[in-house]
């Protein structure tokens, strides 16, 4: 099990260019949140899918969007990239209602570290 | 806004104390709490998720209390070792749908 996987590890990308990150969940899981960690502050919720649909949305503005696919993995992308969109963003997946009491659970992945400049 | 904070920020332990941080969140439409321990440059491992007001887990040398009516939750470690060197996090999940993280405890301890 390869557990959660993020690509790319790293990214730097100029102010106003669009990127996109993505994420496979842990075999088993249909649920995916996406978080944003700048420095010094715990994961910020960015959006959670399932079921191919955004389920919930922390305060991000409309520039940071997503999409599942039919094999749970997912895309974050951010539009019109300002210098404060520079922070780890994670990956967590969860293994939904079907996990029975252990629904809760969230498994993160490594991280996407995106600069901008 | 819902607000989680965790007390102290960071840490310094010599090897062998035990130690404890608090994590406070809001009392109300409690879901879940999840502690998380967070090592430079891996990501962050499921430590705990507990549900039920008055929940005591334990894994090894850690453990962690919650009180859901008062709002806070308690992880101790006990008899420290350089390992445990890390940031510890908290979260609050209010629903299925959302979890919201603390700032973290930086644990560094010192051989």
């Not at chain 2, 840490?11 to 406070?24: A, I, M, P, R, Y």
């Not at chain 2, 439409?29 to 491992?45: G, I, M, Q, V």
């Amino acid at each position: 099990d390869a557990g959660v996987t993020q690509s790319p590890t790293h990214l730097i990308k100029t102010r106003g260019q669009q990127v996109t990150l993505r994420c496979s969940p842990k075999s088993g899981h249909d649920t995916v949140s996406w978080y944003q960690q700048a420095l010094g502050q715990g994961p910020q919720f960015i959006f959670q899918y399932y079921e191919e649909e955004e389920r919930q949305r922390g305060n991000f503005p409309d520039r940071f969007s997503g999409h599942q696919f039919p094999n749970y993995s997912s895309e974050l992308n951010v539009n019109a990239l300002l210098l404060g969109d520079s922070a780890l963003y994670l990956c967590a997946s969860s293994p939904g209602l079907a996990g029975g009491s252990r629904r809760y659970e969230q498994y993160f992945g490594p991280g996407t570290r995106l600069t901008v400049t | 806004i819902l607000n989680v904070e965790q007390s102290p920020q960071s840490l310094h332990v010599q090897e062998g104390d035990s130690t404890n941080f608090t994590c406070s969140f809001p009392s109300s439409n409690f879901y879940a709490l999840h502690w998380y321990r967070w090592e430079t440059a891996k990501s962050p491992e499921a430590l705990f998720v507990m549900t039920l007001n008055g929940d005591e887990k334990k894994k090894g040398r850690i453990s962690a209390t919650l009180n859901t009516k008062e709002g806070y939750s308690y992880l101790y470690i006990k008899g420290s070792q350089p390992e445990d060197s890390a940031t510890y996090l908290c979260a609050f999940q209010t629903s299925y749908d959302k979890v919201i993280f603390g700032p973290g405890t930086s644990l560094s301890v010192i051989p």
